[in-house]
Each structure stands twice: as C-alpha cells, then as structure tokens.
C-alpha cells in the first residue's frame, strides 16, 4: 500500500513539472529596475567609539547608558597622581626659571649700558680719527701718532661689536628660557587634562564598555557615543558594482528588525577608497522617512537603484538559456538581446516580441 501511494506521488509530481514546462509564457510590459546590492549597519549620526590618550587605572565612570551628553562633557576619570606631579614640577621649575630672569634682566640692562657707551666711545674715536686724517695731507700729524689714533677707532668698532654681541646673547637666552619654561608648564597641563576623557559631540552615550577600576590603555574602548536623534546607513559594495554607484542614487533598505517592510534611502557620501580586507567600498546613505525606532549597529540589506525602464518587455530569469538564448515554440532556440535586469526579471529589447509564447528550458 505504502509502495502504491509512493508511485502515485512521483507520477503527480512528474506530470505537474511536465505540465508546467509545456505551458507557454509570454513576455510582460512593465518597468525593470537595475540595482546594485549592499549590506551594512544603521549608525548614528556623528557616531564613534570613545578611547583614553593615555594609560592607566579607570577611577571614576561618571556617566550611564543612554544617558544625554554634551559636547565636553566629562565621561570618564584615569588614575592622574603622576601626572599631577609632573605639573607641580613643571610649575615649581617655571617659577624659578620666573626668578633667574631677573637676574637676566639685570645683565640685559648692565649691558644696555655698555652698547650705549660703546657707541659713545665709538663716536668719539670716529670724528678725531677724521679729523687726524684730514691734517694728515699737510704732514702737521706723523705716521705714529696718525696709526695710534686709527687703531683707537678701529679698537672702539670692534668692542661695540662685542658688546652688541652679548646684549643680543642675553635676549635671546631670556626668550628661550621663558619660552622653554611655559610650554613645559602647558605641556604638563595638556597631559594631565588627558586624564579626564571628554566628550567630542552633544548627543547621547549608547553603552559604556568598561569598569571602574580597570587598567585601560590607549586601545581600550570605553564607550559609544553619538546623536540619537539621527541615523544613517553605513554600506559596503563590492567593488565590481562601486563604479556605478552615485551621489544621490534611490536606495531601498530592508531590516530583520522590520519585517516585510521596505524604507528608501539616498546615497549622501561615498569614500573613495577600497578596503583592502573585504575588496569593498563604503557609502553613507540616509533615510527619507526613517523607521519610528532604530538603534545603533542593527543590519540592514540595501539594493541601489543604477537606473530604472519604464514599459520594458521582460521575462522571467529562469526562461534565459546561458543569458542569451530562449526556448520558443517549446523546440526553437532563439537568441535574443538583453538590457536591464534585477534579481527576478530580465529586459528583452530584440529577438522576441510580446505576443510570442516562450517555455521553461529542460
């Protein structure tokens, strides 16, 4: 009996399928749509993973999930008693350094005085080494006394080139020494302020990764941050497909979290750059009517729409024989021409009108 019913089965199925095979289809008027796939997340927007400049004990987690924040807000508190330190340090040395100018100053102006008084000396030399040298035609000075007074004047340019020298010294020293002393204090400042992690946008705080009292480093992420109140889609296309790929191309995004549901999207931001791992691209698109609820890194599937024809002849996928040939009159190979297709339909723009009758290839 069991036999009887297991042959009569097989013999239904078979005469279905041979059934189906000799019925005739025939083509069908409509639009075709060709689209690129992607998949992705939902982020938000301004979103990003929040990390410590610096090492050390987490001492104090001041913020919660979910929470609302604000740009600069303190998050998250590092163990800083070093670096507390190397400020006071940095303060007490800038103080010092404060006090050795002033003793700086005192030889700056010391040598003030000594240029002023070179120039003097200079000046003097200058107009008696003129005048010796104007009687010197009339042989009223001898070459002694004439030598004797060049070499006074040759004597006074040279110690105020020296003194020169030395005041340009001390001012520089003194610059350098101020200059060097406060960025080492603003330095010491920076880096202990690195120790209080802040954070960079207004938004919301999705997830905090980590505990009180643990060792964190400059890899250790701490948190999720990013605006709540707005979302957008983070794709990745083969890099086959990114050459057709446009700002401002229609997308049409599906989401296991919204079943049988269908959103559209535009293509706001491309990259222009392959990532070498997964051979992908990654745009950004944004929603035109987003869903009433979304959270950050929920999957999404995307087709791109390339371009879309409007009262195309297609067939079915299933009817072309290796993308190029139908079966008409159930024993006639023909080839056609094709144009657009999508993952279900493909267009037929010569080799087969409407009103022809094709069947499903063996």
């Not at 007074?149 to 340019?157: D, H, I, T, W």
Request: aromatic share 8%; net charge neutral.
């Amino acid at each position: 009996m069991n036999i009887l019913k297991i042959s009569s089965l097989i013999l239904v199925f078979t005469s279905l399928s041979c059934s189906n095979k000799d019925v005739g289809l025939k083509p069908q008027i409509g639009d075709i749509t060709e689209s690129v796939y992607a998949s992705g997340t939902i982020k938000a927007e301004g979103q990003y993973t929040v990390f410590s400049m610096v090492n050390g004990v987490l001492k104090k987690v001041n913020v919660v999930p979910f929470q609302q924040i604000n740009d600069g807000q303190l998050l998250f508190e590092i163990e800083s008693e070093k670096a507390e330190l190397n400020t006071e340090n940095a303060r007490l040395a800038y103080e010092l350094s404060q006090e050795s100018n002033h003793y700086i100053k005192d030889k700056i102006a010391e040598m003030e005085l000594k240029v002023q008084a070179a120039k003097d000396k200079l000046a003097l030399d200058e107009s008696i080494y003129n005048r010796n040298k104007n009687i010197k035609k009339f042989n009223i000075i001898s070459d002694v006394e004439f030598e004797k007074v060049e070499l006074a004047f040759n004597s006074s340019k040279l110690n105020l080139q020296t003194a020169q020298k030395q005041l340009d010294q001390f001012r520089i020293q003194l610059k350098n020494d101020q200059t060097r002393n406060s960025n080492n204090l603003k330095i010491s400042k920076v880096s202990q302020n690195d120790y209080a992690v802040k954070s960079a946008i207004s938004g919301q705080l999705f997830d905090v990764l980590i505990k009180e009292g643990t060792l964190v480093t400059p890899q250790t992420p701490l948190a999720i941050v990013g605006k709540a109140a707005s979302f957008l889609l983070e794709l990745e296309v083969d890099e086959n497909d990114m050459v057709r790929v446009a700002m401002g191309q229609k997308v049409f995004i599906t989401m296991d979290s919204y079943k049988n549901q269908v959103f559209e999207a535009v293509v706001s931001k491309i990259y222009p750059i392959m990532d070498l791992r997964s051979r992908t691209f990654k745009i950004e698109a944004h929603f035109l009517i987003p869903p009433k609820k979304l959270y950050p890194n929920l999957t999404a599937e995307a087709n791109i729409v390339i371009q879309t024809k409007k009262n195309a002849i297609t067939i079915p996928k299933s009817y072309l024989i290796n993308g190029e040939y139908v079966l008409v009159n159930k024993d006639e190979k023909r080839q056609v021409v094709t144009g657009l297709s999508d993952y279900q339909k493909v267009e037929i723009v010569s080799g087969l009108n409407q009103n022809e009758s094709i069947y499903l290839p063996e």
